[in-house]
């Protein structure tokens, strides 16, 4: 490609820029973004190329435009973008839930909604920012991408090369099917996971119970670490399929407290024993697709 | 000390014997389970120095002895040991709950229980058996002790100093308190990570949904790798406080659902900012604790 725009140069739009750098896969990678030091960072650190507050400059002959800002802001974006969106250039995102995204992407773009292929990089790290960064984020990792009807299927091929570019393997599915996944294998566990944490913090005795807590907590936890406000938007953007998650998580937990009341060993011990292998048989699935041989 | 006897040299009773070998604070080991091969297996690894079936022969002359059995065997395994339990004896345990333990012990050993001194070392690995048994494993880990009112303070001191030879920092609390905080802290979380994989496990999509789970779901649930048994028995013996804990983590979850049902984000991002700054104080805690000059 010979241009792309990254709106949004932190953590994922940093690590997607490196990363086409490093395989040789763009001429020119333009920054657009909200912090001026930010920019300069991203700058200084040789991400981008170049940096520019005007939409206009951006989108001139862009192949490419990944929007990987607060997923709240993706209507916006996409509204100051669209009076230069030009007919060769495709627009993707990195947003971790899709139907909302999509139906920003349908309410600003209108008609040339075709040019937004939306997509969501299952990749992360504890650190944000610019500095966070690496050019290898994404190897091996999923990238899920929920293409429209409208969609061209060079522009989604486009988008899906520039993935693929980066080490990812591409994965479709429909916006809907995106969203019910992730509601259950992710956000619902974070949500899960900030409870015990308020709850915990919230008892009097608090200090007493945090000085005891021990690894097995720590990694229940590990995602209450994440941005509150991040997950507030995840949260209500996907709020009908977390919901139904949640209200499942609830009715098994209402399930396993009857168990427990009456003293029920046998019946809790199916549950965990259920769960205990379902895990192990997931987590042997992913050592053996990271190493094929290994099950020879 | 001259005799130290390890009733069970799995991962916690062989890890105390190689941790005691290693601070030369024991001349003897003895130990003492229901598994030949794991018996013969602790004697080829240099974890005990003798084995035997006979508890006349395993308690002659012993300073300490340690249950490192699973918990709901206390109460036999404490009447086969209690006739030939000499005076200048000590028995203290691992368990994780207390309360049951001391119910126990008080039943097997009448009034003599003042000779066993509860504790449970916070420490543990995911692999378990003689071999994984570690001399390190207890090095700045908390052993918690309950003492009884009937324990004399030179047999707790002994309990005590023996840990302290293996590395352990020793707190104090009383039974009640111990399964109060860890029903909190451990119990919970761990019949939370449970429930969430049996409940993805059941449902008609669930090959989907663990294709797309990544390392979030892998640490909140890794905590439902442990075994089934072991925590079917936790959960009885505690489960009077780990319903109460169950419980106010349900009146959470439910107010949660109510604030996503409404689109309230702010009520929901007050929980998610509130859990995510108590995570991060008790996380510096933890690392300011293990690195005491790294504050100054």
């Keep these: 490609m010979d241009k792309v725009v990254i709106v949004g140069v932190g953590l994922i739009g940093g690590s997607f820029a490196l990363a086409l750098k490093k395989a040789g896969a763009v001429r020119h990678i333009v920054g657009m973004g909200r912090s001026p030091e930010v920019m300069a960072r991203a700058l200084a650190l040789g991400i981008v ?12 002959g862009a192949d490419l435009v990944l929007l990987a800002a607060p997923v709240a802001q993706t209507g916006p974006i996409l509204a100051r973008l669209a009076p230069y969106l030009e007919e060769g250039t495709v627009i993707t995102d990195a947003g971790s839930t899709k139907s909302d995204v999509v139906a920003a992407a349908r309410a600003a773009l209108g008609e040339r909604v075709g040019q937004f292929v939306p997509g969501h990089p299952i990749a992360g790290r504890e650190s944000n920012g610019p500095d966070a960064a ?9 990238t899920v991408l929920t293409p ?17 570019a980066c080490g990812a393997v591409i994965h479709k599915l429909s916006a809907h099917e995106h969203d019910k996944v992730f509601a259950a294998v992710s956000h619902l566990p974070h949500l899960l996971a ?11 005795h608090a200090g007493l119970l945090f000085q005891y807590a ?19 938007d995840i949260s209500l953007a996907n709020r009908d399929a977390l919901l139904g ?23 809790l011990e199916r549950v965990y024993a259920n769960a205990q292998r379902a895990r192990h048989a997931w987590i042997s699935a992913i050592e053996n697709a990271r190493d094929p041989d290994s099950g020879k």
């Design 245 to 267: 998650e949640l209200d499942a998580y609830l009715a098994q937990l209402t399930s396993m407290r009857a168990m427990l009341a009456a003293s029920d060993g046998a019946a």
């Design 214 to 232: 021990a690894s097995g907590f720590r990694d229940f936890t590990r995602i209450a670490g994440s941005s509150p406000e991040m997950w507030r």
């Design 134 to 142: 690496l050019a290898e984020l994404y190897v091996g990792k999923k």
């Design 194 to 204: 900030y409870a015990l944490v308020d709850d915990i913090a919230s008892k009097p």
């Design 148 to 164: 429209l009807p409208e969609n061209p299927d060079d522009m989604v091929e486009r988008v899906a090369a520039s993935w693929r």
């Design 49 to 60: 190329d170049s940096a520019t507050g005007s939409p206009q400059d951006a989108m001139r």
